[in-house]
């Protein structure tokens, strides 16, 4: 599997999320709403999510394994990274 592009939407408005990113998977399959957060231990992602019935959320969908979690959030942290670089130019 292969994150073949990653678009980074910044949000620029007071709280802990940072910005909404959508990754394609092979040029194949495209994942949205993926969230840039800052949390207590610096940013990580959240992977897009529903409200259930019982006023938790769930993942609509996520990584398998942990190893493609990491994979993935190190990607896109990178473009999120890359993108702010770019605005200070």
């Known amino acids: 599997m292969q994150i073949t592009d990653v678009r980074v939407r910044k949000i620029d408005r007071e709280g802990k999320m ?3 990113v959508s990754i394609t998977i ?3 399959f495209v994942v949205h709403d993926i969230k840039v957060i800052e949390g ?3 940013l990580f992602i959240a ?3 529903r409200k259930g019935t019982n ?3 769930r993942d609509i969908a996520h990584p398998i394994n ?3 979690r990491e994979r993935i ?5 990178e473009a999120y990274e890359k993108e702010l670089a770019n605005e200070e130019k």
């Open 55 to 57: 006023d938790e959320y």
């Open 47 to 49: 992977m897009p999510s």
């Open 26 to 28: 092979d040029e194949e």
């Open 66 to 68: 942990s190893a493609t």
């Open 18 to 20: 940072r910005a909404v």
């Open 73 to 77: 959030s190190k990607i896109i942290l």
């Open 40 to 42: 207590d231990k610096g």
